[in-house]
């Protein structure tokens, strides 16, 4: 599957992208919201394997508004101070309504790239709480959106997504990790309450056993059964909803 490398012009500038196509005609388009260790390899490996699956999936550098910055080894980045500081600041640097404003030029560069109709989102940890949030700024254009250990998706913060349930038309799928500290119980809970009165299509389905990070495979929390069943649902979800 072939990467092809695209910039995007946002309200900020330039965000640079990977977009991967099947080898036929797409069956829908489909927005892979990274973690917080940016856009590399295993991403890409992500992307491709979706798209082998008849998707064209665009991975944006969520981080672009701070480029050029470092790569991060994430079994080890923030175990070390000086790339723990680094990584917090792109993070805590880079807020929803960044994401969320973004969002919108990244829906017209698959339209651009002649990729119409619904699309689908996913987001993995920090992009998590961005595609259900994406989901609920873009009804009319995001028909899924799923988040796998996602963090703070129902969190005291203004700008958590559990708040915007009721813009939301998509169908929702949340895997969680058996023990997060990012997305407690209590968490869950909330955003279950938050889906099932605004009447959004949903499932939150607690991947016991598993911790946060496990579908990527350079976590030390990665689980190769886990991650093999986060894909078995992550595509029968695209599969239900954006054919």
């Known amino acids: 599957m072939a990467k092809q490398d695209i910039e995007i012009k946002t309200a900020d500038g ?8 099947p080898a036929g005609a797409a069956k829908a388009g489909a927005i892979l919201y990274m973690d917080a260790f940016g856009p590399r390899r295993v991403l890409d490996a992500m992307a491709e394997r979706l798209a082998g699956h008849g998707y064209a999936v665009l991975v944006p550098d969520l981080f672009y508004r701070n480029a050029p910055y ?5 079994k080890t980045a923030f175990a070390v101070e000086e790339t ?16 969320i404003r973004d969002s919108g030029a990244f ?5 651009s790239e002649g990729i119409t109709g619904p699309v689908g989102v ?30 703070n998706l129902a969190s005291e ?6 708040r915007k349930a009721a813009s939301i038309k998509a169908r929702v799928y949340v895997g969680t990790a058996g023990v997060d500290r990012s997305f407690p119980p209590e968490q869950s809970a909330r955003l279950a309450e938050a889906l099932r009165v605004a009447e959004v299509d949903h499932v939150i389905e607690n991947y016991v056993g598993s911790g946060h990070g496990w579908c990527i495979p350079d976590h030390g929390s990665y689980d190769e059964a886990g991650a093999e069943r986060h894909w078995k649902r ?3 979800f695209f599969a239900e909803t954006l054919a």
């Open 234 to 236: 992550l595509l029968a």
């Open 84 to 99: 723990k500081v680094a990584l917090m600041a792109l993070v805590t640097g880079t807020t929803q309504d960044m994401t």
């Open 14 to 21: 330039l965000a640079k992208a990977g977009l991967f196509r």
């Open 107 to 111: 829906l017209d560069a698959l339209a």
């Open 122 to 151: 996913v987001g993995y940890c920090m992009g998590g709480g961005r595609a259900l949030n994406a989901a609920a700024t873009y009804p009319d254009r995001i028909a899924a959106a799923a988040s796998f250990h996602g963090g």
């Open 157 to 162: 913060a203004p700008d958590s997504p559990h």
């Open 70 to 74: 470092g790569t991060f080894d994430v």
